[in-house]
């Protein structure tokens, strides 16, 4: 019998492979990540609760000081007035509220200032016995020897105003004699009669000269009549200015024309007062020149400006008081309103290593009134801060102009606040040491 062998079984198939697997972190790598967080936040959690020292310090330690970023702004300088200027004798012009002359000539010149002196006699006795507001001051009675001094005038050649014996005038009305007329009798009486004598009226002008600051002045007599009456044109400038500081001396001068009973009508002698905005001051005539202390207000913009000026030595007074026309019309559009700086303006700003940052800016506007080119500057003094709330003072911007100075309040606009725990704590580094 034949076997029939059975074919050998198919070999088994493989196996399918696995699919690949993620491969895991290592023990090491888990270590390291743990040690970067865990170790930062270990520093900070020492701080806190395992370093209350670190934390103490660093929580409380200040932030610094952020310093202002300053801008000054440029100086402002307009171009520089031309003056009219007369060509001969002594003269020169000032202004109330400004140092030194606007435009001068020869004014170191010690010259003759004739009946100028007038002035000085008014405001020495003014000094010895003012005069209140609204009232004539102390009567005065006049004698025959006050009309022995009139006629003594009228024979030197001296101009006069009429007294007659028996006669009584306020202090006010004897002045009005004595600087409207330029009565020469009126400033002896009136020397005599406040001081005792002319020797010792002329003691105390001189005396009141060297207390004013006035060194080249020099008063020989109450009237001015002798050409020993000298002074620069600079310091009668100073004399004008103090003249117009006395309210009934200031009244008087601006007066053209009075009428006082027992004297009758008394004119100025000052043919400028009335144009060219001229409000005084006084005449002076000698027997070869002509003098004038004048005074006008200058209008600028919202305010006045009191300029005060002389000119000595002219040939006649319409030479003089043509060549005063003509400077006080050139002078008048020198000066001009400068708004040196406005509220609100930027000056400086402040920036902090937190992020914060913060303006300082003008609390108000300053406008200064200048004099041709006389340039106006802003300094800016802004102040270091730390922690500031919106509004706080941090400095001054000061405008200075020639002899003007004005401060203007700085104020932040923004806030600086703390920068909190967590920049503290991550920024030890930044923050000021106690």
Not at 12 to 40: D, H, K, L, N, Q
Not at 86 to 105: E, I, T
């Amino acid at each position: 019998m034949t076997r029939t062998l059975d074919p050998a079984p198919p070999p088994a198939a493989a196996p399918a492979e696995p699919a690949a697997a993620t491969p895991r972190p290592s023990a090491r790598m888990y270590r390291r990540r743990r040690i970067v967080v865990f170790g930062t936040l270990g520093v900070l959690l020492a701080g806190l609760v395992g370093g209350g020292a670190y934390a103490t310090t660093t929580l409380n330690a200040p932030v610094p000081a952020a310093a202002p970023s300053v801008v000054d702004p440029a100086p402002i300088v307009a171009a520089p007035q031309v003056v009219d200027q007369p060509d001969f004798g002594a003269w020169a012009v000032g202004a109330v509220g400004f140092d030194g002359a606007l435009a001068a000539g020869n004014d170191a010149t010690a010259m003759p200032i004739a009946s100028i002196a007038k002035v000085v006699t008014a405001l020495v006795l003014l000094e010895e016995q003012p005069i209140p507001a609204g009232e004539g001051g102390p009567d005065i009675q006049y004698t025959d020897a006050d009309v022995a001094i009139y006629w003594d005038m009228i024979a030197q050649n001296g101009s006069v105003a009429p007294v007659a014996a028996g006669a009584t005038l306020s202090l006010e009305e004897s002045l009005e004699a004595m600087l409207l007329p330029s009565g020469n009798n009126y400033a002896n009486s009136l020397a005599i009669w406040g001081f005792g004598s002319v020797d010792a009226y002329v003691a105390r002008a001189n005396a009141w000269a060297a207390e004013q600051g006035l060194t080249t002045l020099r008063i020989a007599d109450p009237s001015g009549l002798s050409l020993a009456n000298t002074a620069t044109a600079a310091d009668l400038v100073r004399l004008g200015e103090l003249a117009l500081q006395d309210a009934t001396l200031a009244e008087i001068v601006a007066t053209q024309q009075v009428d006082i009973p027992e004297l009758g009508t008394l004119k100025n002698s000052n043919k400028l007062l009335g144009t060219h905005g001229v409000d005084g001051i006084k005449t002076g005539t000698t027997d070869d020149a002509a003098n004038l202390l004048f005074s006008t207000d200058v209008a600028v913009g919202s305010s006045s400006i009191t300029v005060v000026g002389v000119v000595l030595g002219g040939a006649n007074h319409p030479a003089v008081r043509q060549a005063i026309a003509e400077m006080i019309d050139t002078i008048a559009p020198g000066f001009h309103e400068v708004v040196a700086i406005e509220a609100g303006t930027e000056v400086a700003t402040y920036s902090t290593p937190w992020g914060d940052t913060a303006a300082a800016r003008t609390a108000e506007g300053a406008t200064v009134v200048v004099w041709s080119d006389t340039p106006v500057d802003v300094a800016v003094s802004a102040e270091p801060i730390t922690l500031a709330a919106d509004g706080a003072d941090v400095g001054t911007a000061v405008v200075t102009a020639g002899t003007q100075r004005i401060e203007v309040p700085l104020v932040l606009d923004g806030t600086v606040d703390d920068p909190g725990a967590w920049w503290r704590l991550t920024n030890p580094g930044a923050l000021d040491a106690d």
